[in-house]
Each structure stands twice: as C-alpha cells, then as structure tokens.
C-alpha cells in the first residue's frame, strides 16, 4: 500500500512540475513574441513631425520595452517584462531636430548662443520647455532628460523626455515652448499608428 501511495505522489509531483514548465515556457514565448512582434514593427508606434521656418521638430513615443531591452539583453524576458510592469506609467520619448540642409542646429546663427552654451542648453535646461498634456487633461512637466551627443556624426539632434505618472492607456499630446531657437510654442499630438503591434 506505501509503495503505491508513493508511486502516486511522485507522478502527481512530477504532472505538477510539468504543468509549471509548460506554464513558464508559454508565458516565455508570448513574451518573445510581443519583443519581437515590437522589433519588426521598428519599436516607435507614436510619431509627429512638424516643421517651423527651416527645421523639423520630430517626437517619437517608444515603448519602454525597447530601453529595457538595450540595458538588460534579451536573456531573459520574464525580468524585462516585470521590470516593464513595474514602471508602467513611465514615458520615453524622442525628440530631435534636423535643420532642412543638414545644418548643425547648434551653431550660433540658428540659437543665438555660442556653440557651448547651446550644447549646455540641450544638455541641462530644455527639459523645462516640455510638457505633456495627457487625454484625461492632466499636465505632467518633464521629469528629465538626455541629450545624446554624436559628435557631429548625425545631421540631427536629439534629446530623449522623461514623464512619469501618467497611466498607460493615456494617449498625450506633447507640448513644446521652444526657448533654442525660438519657434514659438509647438504640439504634437502622439497617436497609435494605424498599423499598431498587437500585444
């Protein structure tokens, strides 16, 4: 009688094991393929342009994921995704400026400043000209910023935005008070692009 109370353990056990491996396995592979799926959709889904004079201004909403991504690895997705969960009402964007000719937007005939009071500007106090104005009408200023310098490699700029608190599902609209080259105050409404990555 023990040995088959025993046998029966050991087979509920390992039904039991195989069940949670399965579990983990498929909750891998549908972490795999929202990545992916985010991958080949070229990670950005929120995008708007607009241009004043000579220079374009672009913001780009990207998905948090893809930061995690770049600082994690793709090793190991369970972690990326809870860390992704953790900080749900955080966002990223992108914000860069192109001069029409391919100008270094940092020259003193564009900002009116020397070359490294600019590079000091984008790199220090833009972040108070931004703000995002959320579609419950809430405002969230900036919580800060990087200005990733590329050494004059790439016709633009750009800077990237943080904001936090704001919930997930809230599409924004972007605003920005331009004081680098005085543009007067430009917004950019961030939509989900029509082909939208399924998640």
Same mark, same amino acid.
Request: aromatic share 14%; hydrophobic share 35%; charged share 30%.
């Given at each position: 009688?023990?040995?088959?109370?025993?046998?029966?353990?050991?087979?509920?056990?390992?039904?039991?094991?195989?069940?949670?491996?399965?579990?983990?396995?498929?909750? $891998?592979? !549908?972490?795999? &393929?929202?990545?992916?799926?985010?991958?080949?959709?070229?990670?950005?889904?929120?995008?708007?342009?607009?241009?004043?004079? !000579?220079?374009?201004? %672009?913001? %780009?909403?990207?998905? @948090?994921?893809?930061? #995690?991504?770049?600082?994690?690895?793709?090793?190991?997705?369970?972690? #990326?995704?809870?860390?992704?969960?953790? /900080?749900?009402? $955080?966002? #990223?964007?992108?914000?860069?400026?192109?001069?029409?000719?391919?100008?270094?937007? @940092?020259?003193?005939?564009?900002?009116?400043?020397?070359?490294?009071?600019?590079?000091? &500007?984008?790199?220090?106090?833009?972040? /108070?000209?931004? &703000?995002?104005?959320?579609?419950?009408?809430?405002?969230?200023?900036?919580?800060?910023?990087?200005?990733?310098?590329?050494? =004059?490699?790439?016709?633009?700029?750009?800077?990237?935005?943080?904001?936090?608190?704001? $919930?997930?599902?809230?599409?924004?609209?972007?605003?920005?008070?331009?004081? @680098?080259? /005085?543009?007067? %105050?430009?917004?950019?409404?961030?939509?989900? /692009?029509?082909? =939208?990555? #399924?998640?």
């Amino acid at each position: 009688m023990k040995g088959g109370i025993s046998f029966l353990l050991i087979l509920f056990l390992l039904v039991s094991c195989k069940k949670q491996i399965t579990a983990d396995s498929d909750n $891998e592979s !549908d972490l795999a &393929y929202k990545y992916f799926s985010l991958e080949k959709s070229g990670w950005k889904s929120k995008k708007n342009t607009q241009q004043a004079d !000579d220079i374009y201004f %672009t913001a %780009t909403e990207v998905p @948090l994921a893809y930061y #995690i991504l770049k600082e994690k690895g793709a090793d190991n997705l369970t972690s #990326i995704d809870s860390v992704e969960k953790a /900080n749900s009402k $955080e966002r #990223i964007l992108e914000f860069e400026f192109l001069q029409d000719e391919e100008q270094d937007l @940092l020259k003193e005939e564009f900002t009116g400043r020397t070359y490294e009071d600019g590079v000091k &500007y984008m790199s220090f106090s833009i972040e /108070n000209d931004f &703000y995002v104005v959320t579609s419950k009408q809430d405002t969230i200023k900036c919580s800060g910023t990087l200005f990733e310098r590329s050494f =004059k490699l790439t016709p633009y700029k750009r800077v990237l935005l943080f904001f936090s608190g704001i $919930e997930p599902d809230d599409e924004i609209q972007l605003i920005y008070n331009d004081r @680098l080259y /005085n543009k007067g %105050t430009l917004k950019f409404k961030l939509q989900e /692009n029509l082909t =939208k990555v #399924i998640l």
